[in-house]
């Protein structure tokens, strides 16, 4: 019997793990090399593998009217270990898919840990993989170290491109004051039956003002040369950054008062700072859209002056990383492969995707395709109709490469209808035909994962 060879991956975070798990699933044999604990990050926590550093949410599980609630459902029927392990440890959070970020990374290992074909190795991976490694997926995420990221740009030629990603802090539940919060999801959208998943803190017109002069005088961690020319990512944009854009930008934003009303006051709140859940026993919030780079002392004062969060006590307060990706659309083929180095594949947030489950879904499809190559198959790539699909083609040219930004699942990346539908019947047809279209891939272009 032949031997197959081993296929390397570099980053224990969600999208190395679903690789390494996709390539076992059919029998080809895989090493992830994680640093950690050997050489820590200045965003992990813990030196658990898929460890969740900001929100614990996968955002919408919607997958009849949201394109990321499809991507669950598609990344469910195609066999996800991080999909399956988000289901297992889901915590209440309305119509978002938020988890229990200690107890979802812990079965993650553990399930890696049991597999016959995936060995771990703690090891630092820290310039271009040795030549005996035959089929490599470069998978280390929004903090690559400093040694691989440069042997990197050496080979490409390319300057990496960076952004930040920052942290939302975390209060614990018992220290909230329910007198003035209360229990209820925007436009009681929450679990049939429930109290509502999120926590919610109402302001006054002054209160809100008070806070967004605050965040605007605030002491804020000073930035280091080498990131002061490092853009922010859209969707994740500092609460004082936000701040900048205008008084009632938070408003329109995070903080919006719509579909919510006030068990302790029939005035309708001016502004509203909400909390989700954020660990399986509900004993830890995260304020949601709170993420910040302000100094922890002026984290403590500002936040401890909204309503209900006087006597906040912070399991862990906010802060900001670096994220660096390359220009995927100039450097990698239809399989992610680098042009400059074939052998070598990458996946995850460092190809331009952001988000937890867009970085796993570009893992699961690069684990997919290094396991056919090695399997000496032609990999069939999913039809563009479909959230992978769509997704896929965006990071491997759909996207202009002279403007390559990251980006989430949406809408806007799929093929249009081939018929005329009415505006609220366009999502719900498009996820039908993706779904439609996933599962005749799944029938006639490759077996179904187990």
Not at 67 to 86: C, N
Request: charged share 20%.
């Amino acid at each position: 019997m032949t031997t197959l060879d081993t296929l390397h991956v570099i980053g224990g975070g969600l999208a190395g793990c679903e690789a390494a798990w996709q390539s076992a699933r059919r029998g080809v044999p895989a090493v992830i090399h994680e640093m950690r604990p050997e050489q820590n990050t200045d965003a992990h926590v813990t030196d658990n593998l898929a460890e969740l550093v900001c929100s614990n949410s996968f955002r919408s599980d919607d997958s009849a009217n949201n394109a990321v609630g499809l991507l669950h459902e598609e990344m469910r029927r195609t066999g996800s270990l991080i999909l399956r392990s988000a289901d297992d440890h889901r915590v209440p959070a309305g119509s978002a898919l938020a988890v229990d970020r200690v107890g979802f990374s812990e079965a993650i290992e553990r399930t890696l840990e049991a597999e016959p074909l995936i060995e771990i190795d703690r090891r630092e991976v820290s310039g271009l993989p040795p030549e005996s490694w035959s089929s490599v997926i470069v998978a280390t995420g929004p903090l690559t170290s400093p040694g691989l990221a440069a042997a990197i740009q050496n080979l490409t030629g390319e300057d990496a491109l960076a952004f930040f990603d920052a942290i939302s802090p975390i209060v614990y539940r018992d220290s909230i004051d329910f007198s003035k919060a209360w229990y209820q999801s925007r436009y009681d959208k929450g679990e049939k039956g429930s109290q509502g998943d999120y926590i919610n803190c109402p302001l006054n017109k002054a209160q809100y003002e008070a806070l967004i002069a605050g965040l605007l005088g605030a002491d804020k961690i000073e930035f280091k040369e080498w990131e002061a020319i490092t853009p922010y990512f859209e969707g994740c944009l500092p609460i004082e950054v936000m701040a900048e854009r205008g008084l009632e930008t938070l408003r329109y934003g995070p903080m919006k008062p719509v579909g919510l009303t006030n068990p302790h006051n029939t005035e309708q709140p001016y502004a509203v700072v909400q909390l989700r859940q954020d660990n399986s026993l509900g004993t830890l919030y995260n304020i949601v859209g709170f993420q910040t780079k302000l100094r922890y002392g002026e984290q403590r004062r500002l936040f401890r002056n909204i309503p209900g969060l006087e006597n906040a006590e912070f399991a862990r307060l906010g802060g900001v990383h670096r994220n660096t990706f390359i220009n995927s659309p100039k450097l990698l083929d239809r399989e992610f492969r680098l042009a400059a180095m074939p052998r070598m594949r990458f996946a995850g947030q460092i190809t331009g995707v952001e988000g937890y489950v867009e970085s796993a879904a570009v893992g699961l499809l690069a684990g997919r395709f290094a396991a056919a190559e090695i399997l000496g198959e032609t990999a069939v790539p999913l039809p563009a109709t479909t959230a992978l699909g769509a997704l896929h083609d965006h990071i491997t040219g759909g996207a202009n490469a002279g403007t390559f930004q990251p980006m989430n699942v949406n809408f806007g990346l799929f093929p249009p209808l081939n018929t005329r539908v009415k505006k609220r019947e366009r999502k719900p047809a498009l996820t039908a035909r993706a779904l439609a279209d996933l599962d005749t891939w799944l029938r006639t272009a490759c077996v179904a994962a187990e």
